[in-house]
């Protein structure tokens, strides 16, 4: 239970970032997800049990302050956390400083942003391909490049 306590903490200012400035650096309504980069940290780190529980409460906690639809977030953030903890070594945090967090992070976060589009997206016009590609794809590399700061300046106060 103490290992959650971090994360959560995290989570209150990336939730308010997530939902007031993010939107302002949207392009076309692609957005990056700050707390999906949250969730596979922490999931390569702590391994994929831990990874799915915290996808899965974040999701829930960031569904009810966003007014979204309960449940949608939650089961992409369960899915990111399940997909970036196969990537968890134990003793080795190798994934988290190099380029490999950048492809843990497109793959899961390409993933997660589907499977919430497919959930909640309400267009029915909208073929699939579309949906991949404008709802899944682009949301996953504008993640996976807010991670560079972290592949690149590796703070270690993050590990601790």
């Known amino acids: 239970m103490k290992k ?4 959560i ?3 209150i200012p990336l939730a308010a970032i997530q939902l007031t400035v993010i939107p302002l650096i949207s392009f076309q309504g692609i957005f990056p997800d700050l707390i999906l980069i949250l969730i596979v940290f922490y999931s390569i780190k702590e391994g ?3 990874g799915m529980i915290l996808g899965f409460a974040l999701g829930f906690f960031f569904d009810l302050i ?11 953030k369960t899915l990111a956390g ?5 990537f968890y ?3 080795d945090l190798s994934n ?6 950048l492809f843990i992070t497109l793959l899961a976060g390409s993933v997660s942003s589907f499977i919430f589009a497919l959930i909640s997206y309400s267009n029915i016009f909208t073929n699939f391909l579309s949906l991949f ?3 899944g794809l682009l949301p996953g590399v504008y993640s996976s490049i807010f991670t560079l700061p972290v592949v690149v300046l590796k703070p270690k106060s993050l590990i601790e």
């Open 4 to 7: 959650f306590v971090k994360p």
């Open 9 to 11: 903490l995290i989570f």
């Open 48 to 50: 994929q049990i831990f």
């Open 66 to 76: 966003s007014g979204g639809l309960i449940g949608s977030s939650m089961f992409a």
């Open 82 to 86: 399940f997909i970036g903890g196969y």
């Open 89 to 91: 070594k134990e003793n």
């Open 96 to 101: 988290i400083y190099s380029f490999n967090f």
């Open 133 to 135: 590609f404008l709802q």
